[in-house]
């Protein structure tokens, strides 16, 4: 007989509490799957540090609070213009919004080419049934990780994009995830992207706190990328010390598809990524990235599987991160070779800088090989600033703070180079130096665009 912790149980209760509720203007569909998921939360639950695949982040203390939920609460009322404007013009993009969860009618302004669909998950949902039918809860189990299962019992909102065969669009997508209120308050948030056969977009969400209340998100992001299709995705976190995200970002990939994905954690409390890739048609190309950045006793955990399932497939992966004070950092990066998956090329590389005694980093990346016929590596460091290289530029007048800075963003640049779009990353390489310089410990504007909120609040 399975334990169900008290935190769990009181999910459970308020789930069917609020079924109503939640299911009202969601998708039959999308429904069917929320009995699924409850009988998987009753054997997964909320996951501790006793499941190996969250050795170094326990979950469970969080879900013990009292919060308000994003389904329960009304929608935001005001002109979304009063919290968020755009004013860089070379940052052109179709840009929607959510606020606690819940998608911003009429917030894309941009005439998006014919048949791309992007817009609120529930409402698109019911009109594109088979796709839901195919790939809702498909790509993303809810039998493998409760936090998977927790999001599809709950989630009634998110984002749906929709890009048909052969089209291009040109404008990145940017997703605003914004959090804000008074209450301290939990989201259940659900995305379906699908990129149809030699399709392209480009897809950013940025992920901003406004207010000091305490914030739960949990995020599920599916994504199909069909055959020659091509994905340029990002994530970009920038939340007070208050806030717990969990992003469960899962891919799979036809025949000669692209992915790049790139995440930039510049300042959380407690965040989880988890990502995941499937490479299931011969050809494919995979290349994620990750840079953390991250103080005081901030934590950021970073959990990768690459599933190489059939042979002549590639996949790089490379994440970087500057720990200081008492920070905790930790990465799990496992790449999956199958039996048949000759002739596969996979590297993995995990590299974290620790500027004080009191920083930690736990790595652990791993191989696991069933083909012969492969071309494989892992590795990881976890060390200090270079003694001899901050030598070397104090004795041509540098100062100790200054030279300290450059060897920091010298270190990080190589993952900000992956970034493909030039604005975003003049922007991001900005944004990092300003984070090495102490200039960067606030929540109150999009990290991307700029843009203060006038009645913003400091972080914690």
């Known amino acids: 007989m399975v334990k169900i912790a008290e935190q769990d149980t009181s999910l459970l209760n308020l789930f069917n509490e609020s079924r ?23 054997q997964l639950g909320i996951p501790s540090n006793k499941v190996e695949a969250y050795k170094y982040t326990n979950l469970q203390p969080w879900f013990k609070a009292q919060y308000a939920y994003s389904f329960s609460e009304n929608g935001y009322q005001g002109k979304i213009d009063e919290i ?44 594109h049934s088979l796709i839901i039918e195919k790939y809702y809860s498909k790509i993303a189990p809810v039998t493998e990780d409760g936090m998977v299962a927790l999001n599809t019992m709950f989630a009634n909102d998110g984002i749906f994009i929709h890009v048909p065969a052969g089209k291009v669009v040109e404008k990145p997508i940017q997703i605003v995830n914004i959090l804000t209120g008074e209450k301290d308050l939990m989201v259940n948030q659900r995305n379906l992207i699908v990129i149809e ?3 392209q977009a480009r897809v950013l969400f940025c992920d901003h706190t406004l207010t000091q209340s305490r914030f739960v998100i949990n995020s599920v992001t599916e994504a199909q990328i069909d055959a020659t299709a091509n994905l340029d995705f990002y994530n970009i976190q920038n939340q007070h010390n208050g806030t717990i995200q969990v992003g469960g970002y899962y891919f799979n990939q036809e ?15 407690i965040a989880r990524n988890n990502i995941f890739a499937r490479l299931g048609g011969e050809h494919a190309e995979n290349h994620i990235s990750g840079l953390y950045l991250i103080d005081k006793n901030q934590h950021v955990d970073n959990f990768s599987y690459i599933n190489h399932a059939v ?22 990066g496992r790449i999956l070779v199958a039996k048949d998956a000759q002739r596969t090329n ?29 071309k494989c590596s892992h590795g ?19 100062s100790k703070e200054e030279a300290n800075i450059l060897l ?6 190589e993952v900000i180079e992956k970034i493909q779009m030039p604005e975003l990353k003049e922007q991001i390489r900005e944004l990092v130096e300003k984070r090495f310089r102490g200039e960067l410990d606030k929540c109150d504007s999009c990290v991307v665009c700029g843009q203060v909120d006038k009645n913003a609040m400091r972080c914690v």
Not at 408 to 413: K, S, V
């Open 197 to 199: 056969e030699n399709a």
């Open 311 to 332: 042979p002549d497939c590639e996949s790089n992966e490379l994440f970087k991160g500057v720990m200081d004070d008492a920070s905790t950092g930790a990465f799990t």
């Open 408 to 413: 920091r963003f010298a270190f990080a640049y």
């Open 84 to 127: 968020f404007k755009c004013d860089v013009e070379s940052m052109e993009s179709h840009t929607v919004f959510m606020v606690n969860g819940k998608f911003i009618p009429g917030s894309n302004g941009n005439v998006l080419p014919q048949g791309v669909v992007i817009g609120s998950f529930s409402e698109l949902a019911k009109k």
């Open 255 to 269: 025949k000669q598809s692209v992915l790049n994905a790139n995440y930039f954690t510049l300042h959380t409390g």
């Open 380 to 398: 990881a460091t976890v060390g200090q600033l270079d003694d001899n290289a901050l030598f070397y530029l104090r004795a041509r007048g540098i």
């Open 20 to 42: 109503s509720l939640i299911e009202k203007d969601s998708s039959p569909l999308v429904n069917q799957w929320r009995t699924k998921a409850e009988e998987a939360f009753k």
């Open 346 to 374: 996979a590297y993995q590389s995990n590299n974290n800088l620790l500027l004080t005694e009191n920083a930690k980093m736990n790595t652990r990346p791993q191989l696991e090989i069933y083909a012969d016929d492969v």
